[in-house]
């Protein structure tokens, strides 16, 4: 049973950076693998980003790997998504998600947050 919500969403010019950050309730947060997704209008959601439990084990999608970095606290029950060099097609709500499987499969995961908005002007 964990409950997730997600800030620091915004608006930004491209090129510039956000960071993410999902908080998360429970004792047993440490215990979840966490993945970011995001959704533009029109388009599926996809995956961005993955976290091991442990925070050892990460993984990015293609289409931000070098530009984006995930990393949690787990005593602060917290995962982050720190994003640089954005472009438009980075316009999307981005969704934190945990569960029980290190996966890219946003149907795999257990919980998931109610989404924050990210716009990226040019």
């Known amino acids: 049973q964990v409950q997730l919500v997600e800030s620091g969403g915004g608006l930004v010019q491209a090129g510039g950076s956000l960071r993410l950050s999902c908080a998360a309730t429970g004792r047993t947060f440490s215990s979840y693998h966490m993945g970011w997704f995001r959704q533009a209008p029109g388009k599926e959601r996809e995956f961005v980003a993955r976290?091991?439990?442990?925070?050892?084990?990460?993984g990015y999608a293609d289409s931000v790997k070098g530009r984006f970095t995930v990393s949690r606290d787990n005593a602060k029950n917290t995962v982050y998504l720190e994003m640089n060099r954005l472009s438009p097609d980075d316009t999307a709500v981005y969704y934190c998600?945990?569960?029980?499987?290190?996966?890219?499969?946003?149907?795999?995961?257990?919980?998931w947050g109610q989404g924050t908005q990210v716009t990226v002007s040019s």
């Open positions: 976290i091991g439990s442990s925070g050892v084990i990460r």
């Open positions: 998600a945990a569960g029980r499987l290190f996966t890219t499969i946003s149907g795999q995961y257990d919980y």
